[in-house]
């Protein structure tokens, strides 16, 4: 395969209102040598036969649909071909953007994003195509994933729960504040 040739991308026009972005690679790893890890993603039963069952911590947060959905089917190259291609989109790359269109046109210095013809900065994205189809992740999308809101949920009062492991998921988890926020 090819080495890549960084931020090349070719557009073809599908209607006309969509249109396909066949989008270059972004880093220099090859496809192939992406390891998936698919297989037990989070192997609960050996966890708890080494004393650290932290089922009752998952359920009492309502997580364990989102465990169970980690260990569903995987497609490896579809994944691999994404994360090849994928770039972070923020407030830096939006930044960069607004000055390349007033290098491009200096008439948009001092113009908002919609006057210079760019959607509005709204958050960070991770940006990939998948076999020249858009592909975005967000918080939003991640959220959506694990069955919970973006705000996600904490449930501070675990102290019914008697697991050896209490101390270390707190340390860990909530940066030793039994309490949180």
């Not at 297989?39 to 609960?44: G, I, K, L, Q, R």
């Not at 007033?102 to 013809?117: A, Y």
């Not at 991770?126 to 991640?142: A, C, D, F, L, Q």
């Amino acid at each position: 395969m090819a080495s890549s040739s960084s931020n090349q991308a070719t557009s073809m026009q599908l209607d006309s209102s969509d249109s396909l972005l066949i989008k270059g690679r972004t880093m220099k790893v090859e496809e192939d040598d992406l390891i998936v890890q698919v297989e037990n993603t989070m192997d609960f039963i050996s966890l708890t036969q080494h004393d650290c069952d932290l089922t009752n911590y998952l359920k009492y947060q309502d997580m364990d649909g989102y465990f169970k959905m980690l260990n569903g089917l995987t497609y490896e190259n579809l994944v691999k071909y994404f994360w090849v291609r994928a770039e972070i989109y923020d407030k830096v790359a939006a930044k960069v953007e607004e000055d390349q269109m007033v290098l491009i046109n200096p008439s948009l210095e001092g113009k908002t994003r919609e006057e210079m013809g760019l959607k509005e900065f709204t958050r960070t994205e991770i940006r990939s195509n998948i076999m020249g189809i858009p592909v975005t992740i967000t918080e939003e999308v991640i959220g959506r994933a694990c069955r919970r809101n973006v705000e996600g949920i904490f449930q501070w009062n675990l102290n019914k729960q008697t697991s050896t492991w209490k101390e270390t998921v707190y340390d860990t988890l909530f940066n030793g504040n039994a309490k949180g926020k």
